[in-house]
Structures are given as C-alpha cells and as structure tokens.
T-cell receptor, first 114, second 116 residues
Framework: DADVTQTPRNRITKTGKRIMLECSQT?????MYWYRQDPGLGLRLIYY???????NKGEISDGYSVSRQAQAKFSLSLESAIPNQTALYFC?????????????FGPGTRLTVL | AQSVTQLGSHVSVSEGALVLLRCNYS??????LFWYVQYPNQGLQLLLK??????LVKGINGFEAEFKKSETSFHLTKPSAHMSDAAEYFC??????????????FGQGTILTVHP
C-alpha cells in the first residue's frame, strides 16, 4: 500500500534550476518530514512540520525551502540547485501518540544535479 | 542533543552465520529506539522498535534487538543470515523532550553483505 508517495522518483537537473519534490500521504498524520540520504552519512533532517501551520528547520536546511499545502501534502524546493544537493530524498510521516514516534517513509526521490 | 553511533559501516557475513549490527546512543532521558532496513532502491521500513516495555524486542524477518540502558546500546541480531538480508540498516533514537518531541536522529547506517 502506497501510504506515502513521492514524485518524481528520479530527476536529473542542471545547476541553477529550481526543483520541487512533492510528498503526499494518506495516513492522516499531522507530522511530516524531509530527509536527505548520502552514503556514509545516514539520513539528515532538512525540514519538518508538526501541523499545517508549523514549519521547522532541521539540521541541514540551507538551500532548501518547504511548503505544507495541506495535512496530506508537504513539498520540498531547491531554489537554485547545486551539485552537492545530489542525493536521495525521503519524505516521512508520523503520529507520535499512535505509533511511539515511528516514522513511515516514502519510496524516495533520487535527485542528480549536473 | 541526541546522537546515534553505528559501529561498522560495512558488515559481511556468510549465509547461515550470526548477524550482529551495533548501535550506541546518547540521550538525556530514556528514549524510544528503532531499527529500520533499506533494501536496494527502496525506502526505509521498520524492523523493530523499543518503547520502554520489554528490553528484548523481536521484529520482522527473525531479527531482534536488546535495549541495555547501562551500555546505552541497542544492538541488532539475527541467529542465521539469509541472502535476502543484504541491505542497509539504520538505528534511530527518538527525542522525547521539549519542542523536538517525536523527531528521530539516525545513525550513519551499516551495509550488510551476505555471502553464499
């Protein structure tokens, strides 16, 4: 079941281009997260949102922005992409009161910036 | 701030051998702890979680982990490795306090290779 979906799944772009990655969820969770994964570095938090009106920076937010359009949608933008933003990006959702802080992940978006 | 350290970025075992993936954490309060698995070209899925109930936690696919408060560890084990266990494994700790309540901090990941 595709409770957390991400589009696109793969994207190749050029330096300086604006890119938007989208995340949708049908789990009804208020909390949503964006991570990037780089080899040997694990997952690092970019931005997170605890509800539609709440947006917070994570540990590596520089060069990124987000928009929480609805409870179910959380988009990540790269205003001017650079090569070191080449990575695998994951969206996740959670409901701490229900699942003891377990996060549910989308399938990921592989972004390449040339 | 919480942190997670996974000892060994790569672990290689033979099929049928014991799997041991190490995770140590730092936390000012008793945490929730998680192991996630990532198969090639897929997202992360939960293997198991510790939520302050039993210290020995059983997960999917025959994996288990033991929470040891005195050692601040949450090592993942499986008695007998299968080829299908080849994947990357991530340990994570949940922040139980303050404005970051519910955030996860991940370790660097351990790539498990299983040889025939």
């Amino acid at each position: 079941d595709a409770d957390v979906t991400q589009t696109p799944r793969n994207r190749i772009t050029k330096t300086g281009k604006r890119i938007m990655l989208e995340c949708s969820q049908t789990k009804g969770h208020d909390r949503m997260y964006w991570y990037r994964q780089d080899p040997g570095l694990g997952l690092r938090l970019i931005y997170y949102s605890f509800d539609v009106k709440d947006i917070n920076k994570g540990e590596i937010s520089d060069g990124y922005s987000v928009s929480r359009q609805a409870q179910a949608k959380f988009s990540l933008s790269l205003e001017s992409a650079i090569p070191n933003q080449t990575a695998l990006y994951f969206c996740a959702t959670s409901d701490p009161g229900l699942n003891h802080h377990e996060q549910f992940f989308g399938p990921g978006t592989r972004l390449t910036v040339l | 701030a919480q942190s997670v350290t996974q000892l060994g970025s790569h672990v290689s075992v033979s099929e049928g051998a014991l799997v041991l993936l190490r995770c140590n954490y730092s936390s000012s309060v008793p945490p929730y702890l998680f192991w996630y698995v990532q198969y090639p070209n897929q997202g992360l899925q939960l293997l198991l979680k510790y939520t302050s109930a039993a210290t020995l936690v059983k997960g999917i696919n025959g994996f288990e982990a033991e929470f040891k408060k005195s050692e601040t560890s949450f090592h993942l084990t499986k008695p007998s490795a299968h080829m299908s266990d080849a994947a990357e494994y991530f340990c994570a700790v949940s922040d139980l306090g303050g404005t970051s309540y519910g955030k996860l901090t991940f370790g660097q990941g351990t790539i498990l290779t299983v040889h025939p």
